[in-house]
């Protein structure tokens, strides 16, 4: 399945650093700090994907960076000595999607060296906005933190002299929580609960990620069948969460029955997450080693359900793209080149809708994925349309994997939990592909408790390209190309 | 379009009819902790909760703040001789001392027939305005809910609106980050009274896992003063919809007195 990315990375010969050992997947490189840039642009010419920067503690001090190459996971790691200042802030000129992490990484760990209140990037200020577009009638929208609908908080101001937007520009961080430094001291067991917390929408994918980077950290292998209920609930939350984007992009057109329509759906896959799980969106389940319990609802059943639910949902895309008032709307609108998204490097149905066919079950597979065929799902065209058909085909293809995984539920029994030693230490990646997108997440061990943990959330990643998301499309299209990002915020923040 | 229409009427009539009559959670479904038994406790047991809802007030008796409680269930794992989870969706209190494991279910039935009268002489028009100071996301996802056909939460006459200058209820989720404060304030100010503020979500209610960070205000009521509390991480929508007609009693009593 993912043999030829493999044969392909090979290629890849760098010349800076020297290999360090570290679990597949991942290739560990150990740069110095002043060659970190030069390594890294070696691997944005192979081109590589841009993943984040970051601090680790384990097993020393050291400047992270990670990136995704061919079915590989590249790490460089450039270990800090003593007061050495955190090199880091020229990533960004050359590599767009270096930006956001990098400020990020700058104002977090050299509190004060910046000024200008309004323009950092991790303590907004909803009034101070930082105006750029000058000219006779251009006037700025500040669109948030407080939106009108229910949404969660996040800013955009926007310059417009009335239809057509020149410069747009995403704040995030309005709610940043501090999740990643909560879940140091913890328990494995008892930190996958503020994981589950970090974007409650994605809460199986963060948890999946989470329990993956402690399990690979310490070399534990999770029982198959807990791997395959895993699956089953990513793949739920995947379904509630495209249903949830497509809910929202009827509602934007007036599309009130459609709208109805697909929140019946999404609440039906609500309803059935809470009858295998107990809780609506799938928490308490998945655990470091393994999942807790077996769903708590008959298979049989369960199956019933998803046939009636794949039968509703076959008649209503067919109206959905049927319906020309919809598709409008949608075709043309919120148009991302592939090249652009490429830099940014955008992951998630949001790339697939360009043309790439980025997906971390499919790159990386991890868990049932390993076991089970993929099919990517792409479009070419790149707009807000592409987006949704992208999750269109996904809801049909996630249907498809719950059945091939219940079915092997069904017929066979075995272990659901693989005990974790005790007190042991180590570090590593977990990912998964959350509905938003690839998810990674670094964990430290220390004595048996998290150390640092590192969040690159696909919601950020994927906000940075929002700002340029508006090349022909005018003020009234953007409720349209918000939707069909499908992000959160939370997970952004964090 | 007329093919919309008849899908529409093909799916038939699947609102639920709270508060009128009761819904029933799922088999298995945790909508709160409670204890079952109280007394004898060891100081070892505080040290089960990832929030500290769990608390030994004099003469070893323990008290479970659902306030605080996230619904993670290490509790009952560890003691289930002392913790149960039980399946049921209306949690909201007008106090944050009720939610010190009150027993409010009892009286149930008469409630359930209060809040639909309440609502009634609001002359089902209640307008409902929503902030987001800092939550995961997932309360948004369940208040959304509540206008969907499942729940339909406008045949009770409540009604989402743009504007803070038109609302009588504010739900405000999340545990109020730094940035999100002033909004949080402006917000408030700009309704017109009389007033109801809803805290939705263990977050908002206590600050629950982040209050010990240093990122928030660890709740809604450190900033504004909160007339209901719906704990829950994250609260079912019928769950809200409890607390919803819990504050138009909020909103009638104001208009009464």
């Known amino acids: 399945m993912s043999v030829a990315p493999h044969k392909a990375a090979n290629a890849f010969a760098p010349t800076i650093g020297t290999p360090e050992p570290g679990p597949p997947p991942e290739r560990r490189r150990r740069v110095t700090p002043l060659d970190l840039e030069q390594a890294a642009l070696e691997l944005k010419n192979a081109r590589a994907r841009f993943i984040s920067v970051f601090l680790a503690d384990t097993p020393e001090p050291a400047l992270m960076g990670a990136f995704a190459l061919r079915g590989e996971l590249v790490v460089l790691r450039a270990p800090l000595r003593g007061e050495e200042p955190v090199l880091c802030g020229e990533l960004g000129d050359w590599w767009p999607a270096a930006r956001w992490p990098e400020q990020e990484l700058l104002e977090r760990n050299t509190p004060g060296s910046l000024d200008e209140a309004g323009a950092l990037l991790t303590a907004p200020d909803a009034d101070r906005l930082g105006r750029q577009v000058r000219g006779l009638d251009v006037f700025s929208i500040p669109y948030g933190p407080v939106r009108s609908g229910i949404f969660e908080a996040i800013q955009f101001h926007i310059e417009t002299g009335g239809e057509d937007v020149p410069r747009l520009h995403t704040r995030p961080f309005f709610k940043h929580r501090g999740m990643e430094a909560r879940m140091s001291g913890l328990s494995p067991q008892v930190a996958v609960h503020v994981a589950e917390r970090v974007a409650g929408i994605a809460s199986s994918a963060y948890a999946s990620a989470f329990s993956q980077a402690v399990e690979r950290a310490l070399g534990v292998n999770p029982p198959p069948r807990a791997e395959r209920w895993r699956a089953v609930y990513a793949e739920l939350e995947r379904m509630a969460c495209h249903l949830d984007v497509i809910a929202k992009e009827a509602e934007t057109t007036a599309l009130y029955v459609g709208q109805a329509r697909f929140q019946i759906l999404k609440e039906q896959v609500m309803r059935l997450r809470a009858r295998l799980t107990g809780n609506r969106f799938g928490r308490g389940v998945i655990v470091p080693g393994g999942v807790r319990q077996d769903g708590t609802m008959d298979l049989d059943e369960a199956t019933a359900v998803l046939d009636r639910l794949e039968r509703a949902l076959r008649r209503d895309r067919r109206m959905f793209v049927g319906t020309a008032s919809m598709t409008d709307r949608l075709i043309g609108a919120g148009w991302l080149e592939r090249t652009l998204v490429e830099e940014f490097g955008g992951v998630g149905p949001l790339a697939r809708g360009s043309g790439l066919s980025i997906d971390a079950r499919h790159e990386r597979p991890y868990g049932e994925y390993a076991r089970l065929g993929l099919r990517v799902i792409t479009e070419r065209a790149g707009d807000a349309m592409a987006r949704v058909n992208v999750r269109f085909g996904e809801l049909f293809e996630s249907l498809r994997i719950l059945r091939q995984a219940i079915d092997h539920l069904r017929r066979r029994d075995g272990e659901l939990l693989t005990a974790l030693p005790e007190g042991a230490s180590g570090a590593a990646f977990g990912w998964v592909e959350a509905p938003q997108g690839e998810l990674i997440m670094w964990v430290e061990l220390r004595d048996g408790l998290i150390g640092r943990v590192h969040i690159a959330s696909p919601s950020l990643r994927n906000w940075a390209l929002f700002d340029h998301a508006f090349p022909k499309d005018v003020l009234t299209d953007f409720a349209f190309i918000e939707h069909s990002f499908g992000l959160t915020p939370a997970g952004a923040d964090r | ?257």
């Open chain 2, 1 to 257: 379009m007329l093919e919309w229409i008849q899908r529409g009427l093909w799916q038939g009539r699947i609102t639920t009819r709270y508060p009128r009559v009761a819904e029933s959670p799922p088999n298995g479904y945790c909508g709160r902790i409670e204890v079952r038994q109280d007394s004898g406790a060891s100081p070892a047991l505080a040290e089960l909760c990832p929030t500290g809802a769990i608390t030994l007030a004099e003469r070893d008796r323990v008290i479970l703040d659902r306030g605080r409680c996230i619904l993670c269930g290490e509790c009952v794992r560890a003691a289930p001789e002392r913790f149960a989870a039980r399946s049921v969706y209306e949690t909201a209190a007008r106090t944050r001392g009720a939610l010190l494991d009150g027993s409010l279910e009892e009286e149930l039935p008469a409630i359930r027939r209060t809040l639909g009268q309440q609502a009634a002489s609001l002359r089902r028009s209640i307008h409902v305005r929503h902030i987001d100071c800092g939550s995961d996301g997932s309360e948004e996802w369940e208040i959304q809910a509540l206008w969907n056909p499942y729940y339909d939460i406008q045949r009770l006459g409540f009604f989402l609106t743009a504007a803070p200058r038109h609302a009588d209820v504010l739900l405000v989720s999340g545990a109020v980050t730094a940035p999100m404060r002033a909004p949080l304030e402006r917000t408030w100010d700009v309704m017109p009274d009389p007033k109801a503020l809803v805290a939705i979500g263990s977050e908002a209610c206590s600050g629950a896992l982040t209050a010990s960070g240093g990122h928030t205000a660890g709740g809604v009521d450190q900033v504004l003063p909160v007339d209901v509390y719906v704990p829950g991480s994250p609260p079912a929508p019928i769950a809200i919809m409890h607390g919803l007609l819990l504050a138009t009693g909020v909103l009638t009593e104001a208009i009464v007195t």
